[in-house]
């Protein structure tokens, strides 16, 4: 019959070890999920950008553009932001 004793100190021992190496493991394991790949499915469900991210776009190239002293280009960019920002008419 095994002895109760030394397997009570040995479930002690076990305990104590997974409470002492439980938290950095626990951080290993995410930090190596964290570096996997990203799976196609994932990039297939981002939506599509808005076009207020289009609009943005142009505009950081307007204020480029009106750094460099570009009107004419400056006055396209304030077009196309204006027709970007135009709600779609629907049929």
């Not at 938290?23 to 995410?30: D, E, K, R």
């Not at 304030?78 to 049929?91: A, C, H, M, Q, R």
């Amino acid at each position: 019959m095994p002895d109760v004793e030394f397997m009570l100190r040995a479930a002690a021992v076990v305990a104590a070890a997974a409470l002492v190496a439980g938290a950095p493991l626990v951080a290993a394991g995410q930090a190596l999920l964290a570096w996997r790949p990203v799976s196609f499915a994932s990039k297939a469900s981002k939506p599509e950008p808005e076009v207020t991210d289009d609009a943005h776009v142009v505009l950081e190239i307007a204020r480029r553009l009106q750094k460099s002293g570009n009107v004419e280009g400056v006055r396209l960019c304030k077009s196309l932001i204006d027709v970007l920002l135009k709600p779609e008419k629907k049929p």
